[in-house]
């Protein structure tokens, strides 16, 4: 499987980005994804995550409210919509595939895209 995250960009705090994930190389629709980040000097943390299906999502509470994960299977591809940033929002955003576990850590994904990064500006 290969992952291919798209997207990020330098935007002042409040605005948005839409960050996309063009997935290939297996079905799609059987893999739970999601989306994480890791900023400078930290540990990469899980921010969202979405069903196969896209029956059920979840978020880090940082983000709740102001993030949100889709996904188009007929496209392939995985969605992070970021409104309201804030600097802290500041990393290199990952997005990854799992089949199998749900919900999904950093620790147990199978497949990794390269990362895109988002900064924001004060």
């Known amino acids: 499987v290969q992952l291919q995250a798209s997207g990020g960009g330098l935007v002042q705090a409040g605005g948005s980005l839409r960050l996309s994930c063009a997935v290939s190389g297996r079905t799609f629709s059987a893999y739970d994804m999601g989306w994480f980040r890791q900023a400078p000097g930290k540990e990469r943390e899980f921010v969202a995550a979405i069903r196969y299906s896209g029956s059920s999502t979840y978020y880090t509470d940082s983000v709740k409210g102001r993030f949100t994960i889709s996904r188009d299977n007929a496209k392939s591809t995985v969605y992070l919509q970021l409104n309201s940033l804030k600097p802290d929002d500041t990393a290199v955003y990952y997005c990854?595939?799992?089949?199998?576990?749900?919900?999904?850590?950093?620790?147990?994904?199978?497949?990794w895209g390269k990362g895109t990064q988002v900064t924001v500006s004060s």
């Open positions: 990854a595939a799992e089949r199998g576990s749900w919900p999904l850590r950093t620790d147990i994904m199978d497949y």
